[in-house]
């Protein structure tokens, strides 16, 4: 019989572990948190100093009651949920669940599920750590606390199974700032200027661009500036000015954190958040190789730290050295600087056996692991390799008066490029090589063109995850839920990577903005998430967080419940007929905003979108009318009625005010209106 039993949060996590430990110890998993507080009330006793009411989770009686006959059993039990603040609080919760206070209990935590990891972690088994504990609890009470007292605001005033949160507002907000950024920008205008140059020796033909005098740098503004520069060069001849060539080091990557695998997989792997998360906790809990069995191929996937382990980084350049050679190996181990506000409690991601190459265990592995093993594995050894070193060929030519640039980059020795390339290189064909200071040239063409500035792109999840982060706004764990919590709400939807806020969020924030500014604010949270670090190491009592935050919090959920009007969502009747029963359609609010729907559901089910004019504007290509649409993921846009036949389409709102250039229809850009005809781009004060 075992004398020793270990408790994880996975079935595969006990399958991987149960291989590394001999027949004395017993694995059994708690299947995640056992003890919660209670979906239906609040759980917190405010008045009594914020004493949290924790009960066990519905459907986990019988699974407690099943480890409660094996704690019987053994002589030791180990506690060896996953090593954060989560996994801390879920062995604290087993604790009381099991009543293990008098029993000889440890906690053991491993950054990988290798077998020298856990035996040693087994030997430097330790207490439960009540500093994480507390952090974990404080973070879930002010979360429950924020969601608990504003989302009865919103299904008051807007309507029921709608939800606020602290991290999922601020979230949202981002979001909705984006677009109207988006919204209110202006285009400006500017122009390049290119000249088509051919080496008289070669007839090689490239490309200078305009860099201005050659004394500074000119901006083109206009085409009345171009016309002017061109008119001066007539006749110029273009001579070479300078010649500088430079060796130039491509900066080695860092290995992962849980944000950059974030950003990467969905950038380069067109991957969810979640769906990173969710494939790099099967990679670390345990896969069944091949001749191998079953083995956690990466580190714990939570961390906002790069370093890795001594032994990790010796292992990586032997393998470096063995398949690329010794010029590849960059022996250099001395520690990243740590940022600011980086826990560094694990190493970064990287695979545990680096010998394990992705294509060796190709064939155990599913479609998406292979993928995101693959990114991983890579990352990993390529942070271990030479920087890549590239020669620059920058040239100067001067005109009259005027300066052109060119140049070209040459690859001297690719580095870590060669197992890792951040983006694809853009291939150099300028035809430059051979030219020299003595080179003589001939102008062949000059190439003017007008262009306009571009507003800020909307985010995608890669730079959602990004800008959260740089804002100290959440934890790695928990932004992948974060977004997909504001999509599951039908606050934002997504369209080709582009995330959008709908008419609801839309709604939602505004409400939430106005009424809870500086609680659901950027700066505010990224302070609580100090505090919230200052209780895991023992700065800062764990209640003392909810002390200072509650009072203020309370007056703003007071103030909103009394100010704010509610939101008619009603049934508005129309006298559109329904063409399958013949009542006349009303008017819903759904996940994407207002669409057309039978009264006589569930036994007519026919619903259609809303055909909205915009009143008093006629498309200026065919004449039909103006209407406001939604996409299938509830973005607003703006169409001719006799869509597909005619193609206008705008995102702004129309106006009846014609272009005074091209006689297209100008849209409302706050103090100015545009033309929406992409070739003109005239924009006219409103005043």
């Given amino acids: 019989m075992a004398k020793n039993l270990v408790i994880v949060e996975s ?16 694995i059994e998993a708690s299947m995640g948190h056992v ?20 009960i066990t989770i519905r459907g986990k009686g019988e699974l407690l009651a099943k480890l409660r006959k094996e704690v019987k059993k053994a002589t030791k039990v180990y506690l060896a949920t996953d090593p954060d603040r989560e996994g801390e609080a879920i062995s604290w919760h087993l604790l009381h669940s099991l009543k293990l206070e008098d029993k000889s209990t440890y906690r053991i935590t491993f950054n990988e599920i290798t077998k020298n990891a856990v035996k040693d972690s087994i030997k430097n088994a330790r207490e439960i750590d009540m500093n994480l504990v507390d952090a974990q609890q404080a973070r879930r009470l002010l979360d429950r606390v924020v969601g608990y007292k504003m989302s009865p605001v919103l299904w008051k005033k807007v309507r029921k199974g709608l939800s606020a949160g602290r991290v999922q507002s601020i979230t949202l907000k981002l979001i909705c700032d984006r677009e109207h950024e988006i919204n209110d920008f202006i285009p400006e205008e500017y122009w390049s200027l290119d000249a088509k140059l051919e080496i008289k020796e070669t007839k090689d033909i490239f490309t200078a661009k305009f860099y201005g005098t050659q004394d500074e740098k000119v901006e083109l503004k206009n085409e009345k500036q171009v016309k002017d520069i061109l008119e001066e060069l007539k006749g110029k001849s273009f001579k070479i000015a300078q010649i500088l060539e430079k060796e130039r080091k491509k900066k080695t990557v860092l290995p992962f954190t849980t944000s950059t695998l974030q950003q990467e997989a969905s950038k380069k792997l067109n991957f969810t958040a979640i769906k990173t998360m969710r494939i790099a906790q099967q990679l670390y809990e345990g896969i069944e190789i091949k001749d191998e069995g079953t083995i956690g191929l990466i580190t714990y996937l939570r961390t906002d730290s790069t370093r890795i382990s001594d032994e990790a980084h010796n292992n990586v350049i032997e393998y470096i050295i063995e398949h690329y050679g010794e010029t590849y190996a960059n022996r250099d181990h001395s520690q990243n600087k740590k940022k600011e506000g980086v826990q560094d409690a694990h190493e ?54 005027y300066r052109f640039t060119t140049a070209l980059t040459t690859q001297l ?51 959602l995850v990004k800008t959260l982060e740089e804002n100290g706004v959440g934890r790695p764990s928990t932004y992948a839920p974060t977004i997909a919590t504001v999509m599951a709400r039908g606050y934002v939807s997504k369209e080709n990577k582009q995330l959008f806020p709908t008419e609801l969020g839309e709604i939602v924030n505004e409400m939430i903005s106005s009424y809870f500014d500086g609680v659901i604010d950027v700066t505010f949270t990224a302070s609580m998430e100090k505090q919230l670090d200052d209780v895991e190491i023992g700065a800062m009592e764990w209640k003392d967080v909810l002390r200072n935050f509650f009072p203020n919090f309370e ?133």
């Fill in 11 to 26: 079935p595969a996590k006990a399958k991987t572990i149960k291989k590394f430990l001999g027949p004395n110890y017993k």
């Fill in 348 to 401: 970064a991601i990287r695979p545990s056996y680096v010998h394990l190459s992705p294509d060796e265990i190709k064939g155990s592995l599913s479609r998406d692991q292979y993928k995101l093993y693959n990114l991983i594995w890579r990352r990993f050894v390529s942070s271990r390799m030479m920087p890549a070193i590239n020669i620059v060929k920058s040239v100067k030519i001067d005109a009259g008066n």
């Fill in 35 to 54: 003890r919660d507080l209670p979906k239906s009330q609040l759980g917190i006793d405010i008045e009594n100093d914020f004493e949290p009411k924790y």
């Fill in 555 to 687: 007056k703003k959920v007071k103030i909103a419940e009394e100010e704010i009007e509610k939101i008619e969502l009603k049934d508005e009747e129309t006298d559109i007929i329904c063409e399958k029963c013949g009542r006349n359609m009303v008017i819903k609010m759904g996940r994407y905003g207002k669409f057309l729907a039978c009264p006589g559901f569930p036994d007519c089910r026919n619903a259609k979108p809303i055909l909205e004019k915009v009143e008093g504007v006629e498309c200026h290509k065919c004449g039909g009318e103006v209407l406001v649409k939604k996409t299938k993921k509830g973005r607003r846009y703006y169409g001719c009625e006799h869509n597909p036949e005619c193609d206008f389409m705008t995102w702004n709102l129309p106006t009846s005010v014609k272009c005074d250039k091209c006689n297209a229809i100008m849209v409302d850009k706050g103090k100015k209106l545009m033309c929406s005809n992409d070739e003109c781009k005239n924009v006219v004060s409103k005043e």
């Fill in 413 to 463: 020795f690719d580095g870590f490029l060669k197992v890792y390339k951040e983006d694809e290189e853009k291939e150099d064909k300028q035809s430059i090589s051979k030219l020299n200071d003595t080179s003589k040239l001939k102008k062949m063409e000059m190439l003017d063109e007008q262009h306009f500035t571009q507003h800020p792109p909307r985010y995608t999840e890669a730079s």
